[in-house]
């Protein structure tokens, strides 16, 4: 199962590439085509300003999920 932590590693702060434990520094591109193809089931893609991230799914613990 993949859990992930974005690097925060672009020009302004937005996650260029994300931290994938036994897999080590994944491409943003390359995680956000594996999510699209349904190979990380608890994440899911956003676009934020034309640009693609790799978000995890809500659940029920509110200290990590995004409230507005």
């Known amino acids: 199962m993949l859990t992930q932590g ?3 590693d672009g020009s302004n ?3 260029e590439s994300y931290t994938i434990p036994g897999r080590g520094v994944v491409k943003r591109s390359q ?3 594996e999510v699209k ?3 990380h089931p608890n994440f899911h ?3 934020v300003n034309g640009e693609e ?3 995890a799914n809500p659940n029920k613990k ?3 999920n ?3």
């Open 31 to 33: 995680l956000v085509n």
């Open 53 to 55: 991230y790799v978000r």
């Open 13 to 15: 702060g937005q996650n």
């Open 6 to 8: 974005g690097n925060a």
């Open 37 to 39: 193809k349904n190979k």
């Open 66 to 68: 995004v409230d507005k």
């Open 45 to 47: 893609v956003i676009d």
């Open 62 to 64: 509110k200290i990590d």
